[in-house]
């Protein structure tokens, strides 16, 4: 997946997570900010690489902030931040497939 | 043959906004029957997308505990309702609700959309049931070609706030205004053998006014109403669950009836009242409402 812009999904408000996704180079450089980050950092940071990878994102600046979301919360605004940042968010979506 | 879900118990459908992940992570906990996720008014046009990634990950994900999973999807008129439907049936949706449904056409086009995403994601043909909300005069009025579209179809809902506005009044709190409409539909589903559910009330300061609308419905005939407050919902399974009296004297008819029926009696008193096999099939149906609900153990039903 081609990052062409800047992609932002999700909210501030709580249980939520607003992630935006910009153009990057030499891999994934991930900025994570969490209230529960010293309980759950290691973990919130394995679902976000493992779904920016399952869409197939290699370089890309990726600031997450989290407001607690849930592990499913945290993977769609992955996804719609990533789909949303190639320009390709509207229709024809893998379900199931890449996204999963 | 039919989904065996098509009628099950629908007392209270909770409406919930797809894009508010606070709303969809829990919502079992208020014990509605069925929760209804929105992709349409709630979203808003530039979340329309977004929305679809919580909703694939909260059906997969999420365990809803036996409550069934409904979800609104953009209308007919709009660019979303292919993908919304796709969304839908991957995610593994228990009902579709097709929004501003004004023919049976309509509901032969969503289906067809349902077929295709059930043969392109592996899920069985026909898993994915309907339901249709009416919200025009043009969509009341074609309520019985509307419920005989699909076999998918579990039944109707009014959609009070868009119909009334097309009736040219508004919602005044007395009910004349839908009275037309309740009638009608009711009297559709039942012909064609659907279920039929109410609009939603939306004044959340005035309980009595929504037992007093709720109690009224009921008596129309509704099999239950749409919800947006979780505390409406123990007052809609309270009105819709039958009484211990009810459930005491329906299984009265119906072992009076089976025996009398064998020893060639036709009309008899039951506490007082006269019974014949008219009251059979009512009878019945009040035990299995009360199964359905919990609150009948025995093997009449």
Known sequence: ?100 | MSHPDKKRLRRSMMFLNCQKPALIKDPYIYQPDSIMLDLEDAVAENQKDAARFSLYHALREIDYRGVERVVRINGLDTPHWKEDIRVCVAGGADVIRIPKCTCGADVHTVERDVLAAEREFGREEGSTLLMAALESCYGVLNCLEICKASDRLIGVALSGGDYTRDLQTGITGTGVELTGARQHMIIAARAAGVQCFDTVFTNLGDMEGFRRETETIHMMGFDGKSLVNPRQIPIVHEIFTPKEKDIIFAEKVVQEIDSKKAQGIGVFTVDGKMIDIAFYDGAKRTLMLAKAAGVYGGNLV
């Open chain 1, 1 to 100: 997946m081609e990052i062409k812009c800047t992609g932002v999904a999700g909210t501030m408000e709580s249980s939520d997570a607003m992630v935006t996704i910009e153009q990057g180079s030499g891999g994934i450089q991930l900025q994570l900010s969490s209230p529960v980050i010293h309980r759950f950092g290691n973990h919130m940071r394995s679902v976000i690489l493992e779904t920016l990878d399952r869409l197939g994102v290699k370089d890309a600046v990726v600031t997450v902030v989290d407001k607690g979301a849930l592990d499913c919360t945290l993977k769609a605004r992955v996804e719609g931040a990533a789909f949303r940042a190639a320009q390709c968010s509207e229709e024809q979506i893998p379900w199931g497939g890449a996204v999963r």
